[in-house]
């Protein structure tokens, strides 16, 4: 036996041991692979610089880097398992050096093989989700391809993380002391000790994390706090202070605060004394302490899922809502004073439109831009204008005196109480000889979002007296009844105008970013759903191997306490608490971090977030119950077996 | 006679904030070809003074020479190859690798050594026609008595001539009729090869078997009775200082 042909014997016959190694590797490998397939379809590819490949290409990183983690702490439970192995390997005068060969090679034997099974399975799964995605963006079908490039790219980067992990395992396994390989995880529990103040930091940081989150909607309650929000408003990276306060907390909470509650739990005696809550609270103490940093994992994890389906899923249901926002109307077009086909263009569109049937209204407007000397831009539309199409979007009209101007924003999501150019209380044009006091602002963009920044509405006498004028724009706007079916005609009126010419024309329709809203939304959404799985399931996965590694040591313990008269009831409350918590807390937690995380996305949208929210947390609530009886049930029966009853 | 083992002024000392002493003052000197018992009752430190002749556990003070040379000045690597090429271990539950066959396990030493296949197929043919555990060799650990688990464990010990055998309560985990067996075997080997054989026991039957037994109690040497013509004879004088040393030898 030749020390190659040893390794190959150890993975060749210690087949059930290194299968939850070797699967979880195939499930990283066939999500890493089909999602890689996706990216290099042609015809995705062929779209380079565009948003889709970027977003494809940051999901593939991301999907690399927790692949990574994910193996890491696979091949960590794995090799505790066989650290007595390991010791008597080296009692009888295995080098440091060959413990790391027969790692490495047991590893790379493994993921060989996971790679290649990960490929094969992934190619069958890789359909599917071609399948899916081509639905998605509205593709006819995106053929099967033979995915080389996939396939090169994964071999790659999973013999590199394969590579990293065995250049790794010495810091997993402590090849110093022999005797405590031998002894493996028996070593005696130590006092365990905390921080009154690291606590106490774990809440604050927490805290301050969660206010900041949720600083922009606290505007306007009262002066001192609004001062505060302004402050926050102006502190650079705040996203990121704001996530490594969550982060930081987070890690505490579960390395010093737990414990601190715990063992509070313990001095009050008439509670801790009661039955067998002594027996689960000291004991959790021990687990949290050693479990600190999987539960801190799971709920970074399991924040990041729910907050990425969330988020997907509240985009995805606004879209058709935003597009109605940002494009109050169907089509705009929209003509500068040069342009002398400007009557010949809209009669084309009208035509156009009466063609194929649409009724439609048409509100056509002046709109005058001026550029002071110190390079200050200011758009003006005239009261009667504004009115027309005040009245066809149901605002109310306005009726100006001549030194008065009402402002109107240029985008949806401006807020009339914080934007700089909507917080102007006088405006002034010809360069000062015309001095306006804003008396309001319009509730809604007129045109849609991006045109005409810096509008302004004046009485027609005062727009009739403006002298100054670098620009006299025509714009036309249709209210079509039936917009969602005007891609057709859209097509056919860009083949004959184009998308404009620069200095005479340009327009718009809302049909169009609706389409491409749409299918960003839904590539949002199907990224989404793919990471948030992903991370859930391994979230879920780093709590599975950690309880099948301490499953040996517990049940040691349980027979014991069997032994002295513990009832198998009790036990199994026992069990119970302690499986609940390691399963229910990161949970929780994971639930409160999205929830203050999509506060912050609630300031990009338009529209409340919060039943999606709830609609995540409760599906994956029952997906975690459903988790932790098939756990609990399995612990239990295993428990049953040896215990004395 | 050649001083294959000796120890000189050993401590070993636990712990930090509480200290507790588990090897006081420790010295022996053992020469080629002996084959040494080392009896104590729980606690008396019997194991630990193994772990540190075995090399896997430094001592607080003292020396440790193994042949002349003291193990714990050689690096990591070296002391690897210390272990691999001169000293040969049995433990109490064997400590057999489940992956491996009979076989493989009794050549492992050997193929950590790196040596020819066709050596390693020579070596292994005679030391289990020796162990008479040839009809088992490719059998798995898991399809084997105690018995023959053990005397894998001795082959394993035995296959690279080493120039200390160590044995950590090796019929612990026998029945009477095993552990004769394995007795035998190591009184044989011992007495056929030369090999310079320290067995740490509690069972007094066992301990008879050695040319001479040492006692130790709360980590400091006790007493120390050497074996005459008769085995019988030398068995309850093996009593006689263990009642000596107040109750069971555990």
Redesign the interface.
Known sequence: MTFTKFALNNVKRNGRVYLAYFLSSVFTIMVFFSFAVNLFHPVIAGKSGGAIELIMGQTEAAILVFSFLFILISVGAFLKVRSKEFGILMILGMSKKQLRRLIFLENMIIGCLAIATGITIGLVFSKFLLMLLSSILAYDSLSFYLPYQAILLTIVFFVLIFLGISALTPLIIRTNSIIYLLKGAKKPNREIKFSIIQSVLALFLLGTGYFMAISPHLYDINPFLNRIVLFIEKIPYVEVILTTSVVVGTYLFFSQFSILVLNWLKKNRSFYMYKSNILWISDLIYRIKDNARMLFLVTILSAVAFTAITGVYALSSVVRDESLKDNPFALTYTSYSSNDQELEQVKIIDEMLENHGFKYEKYKSEVIKQVSKDNYTVHIIKQSDYNKRASALGLDLVALDKDQALLVPVYVRFDPKRDKTLIQKNISLDEGQINLEVVGVAPKVIFYSGLFRNLVVVNDETYNEIKYIDERYHSYSYDIYDWLNTLEVTEKLREILGVGEHGKYFWSTRIEGYMLENQNKKLFLYVGFFLGAIFFLGASSFLYFRLYTDLNQEKDKYIGLSKIGLSFKEIKKVASIQISVLFFIPYILASIHTYFAIQVLQTVLYSSVLSQFLVVVVVFLILNLIYYISVRTRYINYLKRFVVM | MLEILKLNHIYKIYGDKVQHSALKDINLSIEKGEFVGIMGPSGSGKTTLL?VI?T??APTSGEVLINGENPYKLD??EL??????K?G?VFQDF?L????TIG?NI???L????QR?ST?DKKLKEVAARLNIENIISK?TYEVSGGQAQRTAIA?AIIHSPLLLLADEPTGNLDSKAAKDVMELFESINRDTGVTTVMVTHDPKSASYCHRVMFIKDGQFFNEIHRGDSHQKFYHEILDVLSLLGGEAR
């Open positions: 772990n075995s896997i556990d990591s690597s690897a190859l210390f272990r691999r090429r000293l271990f400590n690798i489940d992956t491996l493989e050549i492992l030493p193929t950590l050594d790196g296949v390693m798995r394993r």
